[in-house]
């Protein structure tokens, strides 16, 4: 019921910023039932490590190594969810994927994720 879509991958410098953006699409019923939006990334060999939550109200959350560096936000009449980098490492280099969590009982919760997008950090 809800696809979604990432851009904005790139190659950046060490030091350089790129903006991330997740564009969810569905039915109106369905995409207002989407709660949270989270932002992923998987680095070869790696296993997918969460990096950023936004949540309904607009609470956000960050791993201890993007705070102070990206920040997620959320354009809720545009269904369109970012990720503003900053500051880039080498380290940050990954396949950057969005997921959003709709609640659906009586399982729990439903998950979607979009394809990713490529995010390269030359140092």
């Known amino acids: 019921q809800v696809q979604l879509v990432e851009s904005g991958g790139g190659l950046a410098q060490a030091g350089g910023s790129l903006r991330l953006s997740c564009a969810a699409s569905?039915?109106?019923?369905?995409?207002?039932?989407?709660?949270?939006f989270r932002w992923y990334r998987q680095a070869p060999g790696n296993q997918r490590e969460w990096v950023a939550t936004?949540?309904?109200?607009?609470?956000?959350d960050y791993v201890d190594s993007v705070k102070g560096r990206f920040t997620i936000s959320r354009d809720n009449a545009k269904n369109t969810v970012f990720l503003q980098m900053n500051s880039l490492k080498p380290e940050d280099t990954a396949v950057y994927y969005c997921?959003?969590?709709?609640?659906?009982?009586?399982?729990?919760?439903?998950?979607?994720w979009g394809q990713g997008t490529q995010v390269t950090v030359a140092s």
């Open positions: 997921n959003a969590e709709q609640p659906n009982p009586p399982f729990g919760r439903r998950d979607y």
């Open positions: 936004i949540t309904n109200g607009g609470n956000t």
């Open positions: 569905g039915s109106t019923f369905a995409l207002i039932g989407i709660v949270n």
